[in-house]
C-alpha cells in the first residue's frame, strides 16, 4: 500500500524556520521525482519544490534562497527545510511523488504551517 506522510508542520514567528518531512511507504520512491507543494485557503495548490530520484533540485521563486529540498532514498523520506519565513508562507504543504512516464501519482494528507507576523 502507498502512503506519504507528512510532519514537521506548526506555528512559527516571521523569520523562524520549520523543517517538514515526508514518510513514504512502498517500493516507488526511489523512481519518483518528489516534490512539495502547498496550498493557501482561497488559493491554488502551488509547487514549492522538487528533487528528481538523481538529486536535481528545483524551487519556487518565492522561496529561492530560503528552502531548501532533500531526500534521503535509504529512508525513504523527503524534507523541506524551511528558514526566514514569511506571513505569505502560510500554507497546508502537501508532499508529492510524481512517476513521470511510470504512471503514478501520489499526494500527503498535508501539514499546516503557520508564520505569524
Known amino acids: 500500500q502507498v502512503r506519504l506522510v507528512e510532519s514537521g508542520g506548526g506555528l512559527v514567528q516571521a523569520g523562524g524556520s520549520l523543517r517538514l518531512s515526508c514518510a513514504a511507504s512502498?517500493?516507488?520512491?526511489?523512481?519518483?521525482?518528489m516534490g512539495w507543494y502547498r496550498q493557501a485557503p482561497g488559493d491554488q495548490r502551488e509547487l514549492v519544490a522538487f528533487?528528481?530520484?538523481?538529486?536535481?533540485?528545483n524551487y519556487a521563486d518565492s522561496v529561492k534562497g530560503r528552502f531548501t529540498i532533500s531526500r534521503d532514498n535509504a529512508e525513504k523520506q523527503v524534507y523541506l527545510q524551511m528558514n526566514s519565513l514569511k506571513p505569505e508562507d502560510t500554507a497546508v504543504y502537501y508532499c508529492?511523488?510524481?512517476?513521470?512516464?511510470?504512471?503514478?501519482?501520489?499526494w500527503g494528507q498535508g501539514t499546516q504551517v503557520t508564520v505569524s507576523s
Open positions: 508529492n511523488a510524481d512517476g513521470g512516464a511510470l504512471g503514478f501519482r501520489y
Open positions: 528533487i528528481t530520484s538523481g538529486g536535481r533540485t
Open positions: 512502498g517500493t516507488f520512491f526511489r523512481f519518483s521525482t
